[in-house]
Nanobody
């Protein structure tokens, strides 16, 4: 049994910062990738950032230079550091992980709201 638990969302003013966390627990022997998605009201879900087992990262163009994804292998946890936040970053953020030879798992979602 594997689960992903997210934390760190909230309300912040434009220009502020937040750090999201996503911890995987259960019977885990490998994690090949951990990702952050987001979905704003009335819009499709989009991939924000990705980190693979070797440490390589990829980002949505609109967040490059502002967001940083990182991983703590000992805790099976992925983080998303979000700086210089903008109102257009407002969305529900979802953690996703590929675990144990390709099984996909999702976190419960955490709300990020950026006011102007």
């Amino acid at each position: 049994q594997v689960q992903l638990v997210e934390s760190g969302g909230g309300l912040v003013q434009a220009g502020g910062s937040l750090r999201l966390s996503c911890a995987a627990s259960g019977t885990i022997f490998s994690i090949s990738a951990m990702r952050w998605y987001r979905q704003a009201p009335g819009k499709q879900r989009e991939l924000v950032a990705n980190i693979v087992s070797g440490g390589s990262t990829n980002y949505l163009d609109s967040v490059k230079g502002r967001f940083t994804i990182s991983r703590d292998n000992g805790k099976n946890t992925v983080y998303l550091q979000m700086n210089s936040l903008k109102p257009e970053d407002t969305a529900v953020y979802y953690c996703n992980a590929i675990i144990n030879h390709g099984s996909a798992y999702w976190g419960q979602g955490t709300q990020v709201t950026v006011s102007s």
